[in-house]
């Protein structure tokens, strides 16, 4: 897993906990969804300024949820049979 996938996965995460759907999270940070959606599938690079307003709404600082992305990309890797 890149950790652009596993930061696309903790937003999700996040999000869910919240209970506020994708739909709602890019509405209330002034993205685009189709936008989010691509940053949160991983199809391209979330911007910063991206980041930082899908973290603004879900209350968490865009650096945790990196930290988690990097916890959850290295975990990932590690479990992963080689040749995967």
Known sequence: MTLTE???AEIRA??????ITIAELAK????????LYTW???????PIQGLEAVANVL????S?????????SRTHR???PAGQ
């Open 14 to 19: 996040e999000a869910a906990a919240q209970r």
């Open 78 to 80: 590690s479990v992963t």
């Open 28 to 35: 209330r940070a002034d993205v685009n969804r189709s936008s």
């Open 59 to 62: 209350r968490v600082r865009a």
């Open 6 to 8: 596993a930061l696309g």
């Open 64 to 72: 945790e949820l990196v930290a988690r992305a990097e916890h959850r």
């Open 40 to 46: 949160i599938d991983a199809k391209t690079a979330f």
